[in-house]
């Protein structure tokens, strides 16, 4: 019997293929945007926009921190490592986000454990660039370029589902 954990492992494993993989990002978003309705409803269930924005926003916020990374130097060595751990930080907040809203019965279990995946996708992929960030330096430029990749791919994962919630979740109370 296979439990709700070993579901979040598989999900979390799943999704950190998706993210380091554009052609398993191309099909995971293809997935997504094909749902019709029904489909839709099984992922997302009774969300809210609302709800469903204020967890976005934050995840969005620190996806979007990447244009910071796009622009250092590969002296900067510090302030990667720096704004990495803030980043970790900063997705820890997301996951409590999401936790949250779920608890609240504002995001549906099915998305809240999608969402929780991702961030803790993109948090593994990070803590791993620290990691070899810290072994071996002179991988900066590649490590810096992987995790900007990532944090692209989770944005743009981030936006289908975005866009299931907008065709289909509840505003207002009403569906839309």
Do not use: P, W
Request: with cysteine; aromatic share 4%.
């Amino acid at each position: 019997m296979i439990t709700n954990l070993q579901c979040l492992v598989n999900e979390v494993d799943r999704l950190l293929l998706v993210i380091t993989n554009s052609q398993c990002l191309v099909n995971e978003v293809d997935k997504l945007l094909l749902m019709n309705e029904e489909e839709a409803k099984g992922l997302i269930g009774d969300t809210t926009v609302t709800a469903y924005r204020r967890v976005h926003e934050v995840i969005a916020s620190v996806l979007d921190r990447v244009v910071m990374l796009k622009a250092l130097r590969s002296d900067d060595k510090v302030t990667f490592q720096k704004i990495l751990q803030e980043l970790l930080i900063e997705l820890s907040r997301a996951l409590v986000l999401v936790k949250y809203q779920q608890a609240r019965k504002q995001l549906f279990h099915c998305l809240a454990m999608k969402l929780a995946s991702l961030v803790r996708a993109t948090s593994r992929i990070l803590r791993k660039s620290l990691d070899e960030l810290n072994k071996n330096a002179q991988n900066y430029d590649d490590i810096v370029e992987n995790v900007v990749n990532t944090l692209i791919r989770a944005r743009t994962l981030l936006d289908a589902l975005t866009t299931l919630v907008y065709m289909y979740g509840k505003k207002h109370g009403k569906r839309e």
